[in-house]
């Protein structure tokens, strides 16, 4: 059921530069989702969605009219900081069914693109397709990264995990003209589902097929079932066709805050993905020429210190750059004008120094470079 509402604000600053996303401050126009997909994070307690999470949906019907408000400078007293608004995830799908008739993203886009922002949007579902006049006008203006998240590229257990969604098959051809039509694309591999999606075949189908429409990254992640309404919603699921597992995930799954899986399995299957990913040279994380001309200083060496940490991480090797990267997000100026004092910053050593200082001066980081 859908049940209007309006909302007091709309625009959600983020406390610093999200490194998988590249974004400074996102929205969400709808509480709630119909794509209705099993394992989704939204379903949890945490994040307080009403109603019955699936067919009950929250529409923020004066969003466009609060965005343009938020969005323009002379109404701001801190002016927004240069990078990209996201647009998805979180707690609802922004191109889900109430989309047609509300065009609430619609109207959102159209307001980003008058302001110049770039943008970033996830989604699960080709009625981005629609949009794509605005999308192309905001990339020739700004920037335009359209990534779609999957669990599977396989349509047969898409229609069980994830019933209201676009069929990945659809999906991989969005991605494909969009592409085309000149956009940044991306590929959110997140969450593959243990013992149903994990397998290293299933890892990799969905590696070619997103190489195969020419994605410029892949972000990729396992499921995570938080104790309450996810995990008992997604075991129901599960247990329709796949009985036997249910053991199988009682032992996998034993941290009832955060509802991570062991470290074990996440371990292997990192590095069953990091494998296949360099076997097909895509790129783990959004790449450095998305981002070089578009974030701030600060911003750009979190990013590159944080992308460093997940990829050595990846490689089964320690990194300090997590901490460094936390603290520069703590400065109050650029970090440039700290250079002489870098190391007195936490986890700011010597070889750390280096590489903030070969950032500042090129722009780029060839270490960062050789990983991704
Ligand atoms: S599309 Fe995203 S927000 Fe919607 S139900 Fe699926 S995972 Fe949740």
Not at 243 to 258: G, M, N, S, V
Request: with cysteine.
């Amino acid at each position: 059921m859908i049940h209007e509402t309006k909302a007091e604000t709309i625009l959600l600053k983020h406390k610093r530069v999200d490194s998988w996303f590249l974004s400074i401050a996102g929205m969400n126009l709808y509480r709630g989702c119909e794509h209705n997909c099993a394992y989704c994070d939204g379903r949890s307690e945490k994040y307080q969605v009403g109603g019955e999470f699936g067919q009950d949906v929250v529409v923020k019907v004066n969003a466009p009219e609060l965005l343009k408000k938020e969005l323009d400078p002379t109404h701001r007293r801190v002016p927004l900081k240069p990078g990209y608004l996201i647009m998805g995830g979180g707690v609802g799908d922004c191109y889900q069914p109430a989309e047609r008739k509300y065009k609430l993203t619609r109207q959102a886009l159209d307001i980003i693109a008058g302001f110049r922002y770039p943008v970033h949007v996830l989604t699960k579902s080709c009625l981005i397709e629609r949009d794509f006049d605005i999308l192309k006008r905001i990339n020739t203006n700004s920037r335009v990264i359209l990534s779609m998240s999957f669990s599977t590229v396989f349509d047969n257990i898409s229609r069980v995990f994830e019933p209201g969604t676009s069929l990945p098959s659809n999906r991989i051809k969005t991605l494909r003209q969009a592409k085309k039509m000149g956009m940044a694309t991306g590929m959110f591999l997140m969450p593959v589902i243990p013992w149903i999606t994990d397998m290293p075949d299933m890892i990799e189908a969905a590696v070619r097929q997103a190489k195969s429409v020419g994605v410029d990254f892949i972000v990729f992640g396992g499921l995570t079932l938080k104790d309450g309404r996810q995990k008992e919603y997604f075991m129901q699921a599960l247990l329709k066709d796949h009985k036997k597992l249910a053991q199988e995930y009682e032992q996998l799954y034993q941290d009832p805050l955060w509802g991570n899986a062991s470290s074990e399995y996440y371990a292997g299957l990192s590095s069953v993905f990091n494998k296949i990913a360099k076997e097909y040279k895509i790129s783990k994380r959004i790449p450095l020429y998305l981002y070089q001309d578009i974030l701030t200083e600060n911003d750009r060496v979190i990013i590159m210190l944080e992308h460093l940490d997940y990829l050595l991480k990846l490689d089964g090797q320690k990194s300090p750059y997590g901490f460094a990267a936390k603290s520069i997000a703590c400065l109050d100026k650029p970090v440039s004008q700290t250079r002489g004092s870098l190391r007195k910053l936490k986890g700011v050593g010597e070889v750390t120094e280096r590489i903030i200082c070969e950032i500042l001066e090129t722009g780029t980081l060839k270490y960062l470079e050789s990983l991704l």
